[in-house]
C-alpha cells in the first residue's frame, strides 16, 4: 500500500520560512516514475497547486500566488520531496499536501496523496 506522508508543518510569523518534507513508501513503481507536487487548501476554497516537479527534478513549475516564493526539490535516491516557503504571509496559511502524479511530467493527475501538514501563519 502506498503511503505518503508529509512533515515539517507548524506555526510560524509572516516573514519567515518553512521547509515540508514528503516521504513516500509502499511504490511498486519507482519513485522516479512519478512527478511530484505540493498542494495547499483553506477550507471552503478548491486546492490549488504550489509547486511540481518531473520525474527526475530537472522541470518545476509553481502556482500564481506563491512564485518566487515556493521552491520544490526531489531526493530521488531518498525518496523524499520538499517544499520550502520563504517570505512567508498570512494568506498562505493552509493545509498543505503531497501528491504523486500518474505522469512523469507534471502535475495534472495527481494519484496518490498524503494527508496534509498544516501551515499557519500569523502577523
Known amino acids: 500500500q502506498v503511503q505518503v506522508v508529509e512533515s515539517g508543518g507548524g506555526s510560524v510569523q509572516a516573514g519567515r520560512s518553512l521547509k515540508v518534507s514528503c516521504t513516500v513508501s509502499g511504490l511498486k513503481l519507482s519513485f522516479n516514475d512519478y512527478a511530484m507536487g505540493w498542494f495547499r487548501q483553506v477550507p471552503g476554497k478548491d486546492r490549488e497547486l504550489v509547486g511540481c516537479v518531473n520525474w527526475s527534478g530537472s522541470s518545476k513549475y509553481y502556482g500564481n500566488s506563491v512564485k518566487g516564493r515556493a521552491t520544490v526539490w526531489r531526493d530521488n535516491a531518498k525518496r523524499v520531496f520538499y517544499l520550502q516557503m520563504d517570505t512567508l504571509k498570512p494568506e498562505d496559511t493552509a493545509k498543505y499536501f503531497c501528491?504523486?502524479?500518474?505522469?512523469?511530467?507534471?502535475?495534472?493527475?495527481?494519484?496518490?496523496w498524503g494527508r496534509g501538514t498544516q501551515i499557519t501563519v500569523s502577523q
Open positions: 501528491a504523486l502524479d500518474d505522469s512523469v511530467a507534471d502535475c495534472n493527475r495527481p494519484l496518490y
